[in-house]
């Protein structure tokens, strides 16, 4: 071992271990403090894991310095046993980052709260390790090609692809929080994380120091970037409105008054004027939020849906944004007035109780014939 491999190893292991603890140490602290927040919707039995699940990604990256450093140390680091060790360890690693992404609001919409799509994803993160072990078990003699290592190919593709889902995510979250800066950035940790990896295929690449030297940053960065994306959802907990304090009055066609002191709107009346599709879509999530039951009080948001784009549900926000003119600190985000359910359905976020309709609104809603399916909430009633 040389001392420049130590040194990365041993860095490697003090610095995701800290990491680990302290983005676990957040988790709970975050739980403890926002757990009415967190748990507010029953009917989900849904915590966020997010950030549990990357410093889970972390204890791993502890255990498989370990596993190197052990290898290494007594000279068993070129038997079969020692590699399967390491391919283990990359699947667990890349199980959890996954399974992070599974609660990433800005991730890609195929892979947030998409339990298919993750256990799919998941097979092909078990299928491509195992393949990377049984490539170099069986090619040990013909494993190398002009300076191309072949076993290493599937798992590179498979670390550019986990790269490409982190990248978007971080970049989308940060954005959103009004940290475009920390988003550019977060992008560039993840491009050097695949650089990182480049040694591992291509041989020529790079030498002992520079190779070890751009893995410890970009695992050093994306801890940061970790830690920053913590602090931010610390804030969005904070500032997210109360689910016993928000009210909402649908006072005629096109006039709603809503009430969400937590970002300073207190009675304020919202005239949607000609944005009458806005309106509508509005209505329809509130009835059926009142006067629905179980997967009645939500609506599929998709093509084959009622609404048949997410789109609109970022109109509402926007054009209630808007209409209020409402400043950096108020801004209304969609998951302050719509919880994603699962399968494509969003639901209004606000107590049965909390919402009000105009009787003669209402009734001129039912007459209307494309309509006439919420006839149903009230017989269910």
Not at 184 to 203: A, D, E, P, R
Request: glycine share 6%; charged share 15%.
């Amino acid at each position: 071992m040389t001392e420049v491999s130590e040194f990365y190893i041993l860095s490697h292991i003090f610095i995701s271990l800290v990491g680990a603890v302290l983005l676990l140490a957040i988790w709970y602290n975050i739980r403890l403090r926002f757990k009415q927040v967190l748990e507010e919707d029953d009917t989900q039995k849904r915590v966020d894991k997010g950030l549990l699940h990357l410093s889970f990604a972390m204890f791993v990256w502890v255990l498989s310095g370990l596993w190197s450093y052990t290898g290494i140390l007594f000279s068993f680091e070129n038997t079969t046993g020692f590699r399967f060790g390491i391919y283990l360890f990359s699947i667990i690693n890349n199980m959890f980052l996954l399974l992070a992404l599974f609660y990433f609001y800005y991730a890609p919409k195929f892979i947030y709260n998409n339990t298919k799509n993750v256990k799919l994803i998941l097979g092909v993160i078990i299928i491509t390790s195992f393949t990377t072990f049984l490539l170099s078990y069986f090619l040990q003699e013909n494993n190398t090609i002009h300076g191309i290592k072949i076993s290493g190919i599937p798992d590179l593709l498979l670390t550019t692809f986990l790269c490409y889902l982190l990248g978007i995510s971080f970049y989308r979250t940060f954005l959103y929080r009004g940290l475009k800066i920390v988003g550019i950035i977060s992008i560039m940790v993840v491009l050097l994380i695949v650089i990182s990896q480049i040694s591992s295929v291509f041989l020529s690449f790079g030498n002992d120091f520079s190779n070890n030297f751009f893995k410890l940053i970009a695992k050093t960065s994306l801890i940061s970037i970790f830690l920053v994306l913590a602090t931010t959802w610390v804030i969005r907990l904070a500032n997210m409105p109360k689910l016993n304090e928000m009210t909402i009055s649908f006072l005629d066609w096109s006039l709603v008054k809503i009430s969400i002191p937590t970002k300073g709107i207190l009675n304020q009346t919202i005239d949607f004027g000609s944005k009458t599709t806005q309106y509508k879509n509005l209505l329809k999530f509130a009835i059926r939020r009142k006067y629905g039951d179980g997967d009645l009080q939500s609506l599929v948001v998709s093509l084959g849906g009622e609404i048949k784009n997410q789109t609109y549900l970022t109109r509402i926000i926007d054009n209630t944004n808007s209409i209020l003119e409402l400043d950096q600190t108020q801004v209304l985000e969609r998951r302050d007035l719509f919880t994603f359910i699962g399968e494509s359905r969003y639901r209004l976020r606000m107590v049965p109780n909390h919402i009000t309709i105009d009787a003669t609104l209402l009734e001129e809603f039912l007459k209307t014939p494309e309509n006439k399916n919420y006839n149903a909430l009230f017989k269910a009633e």
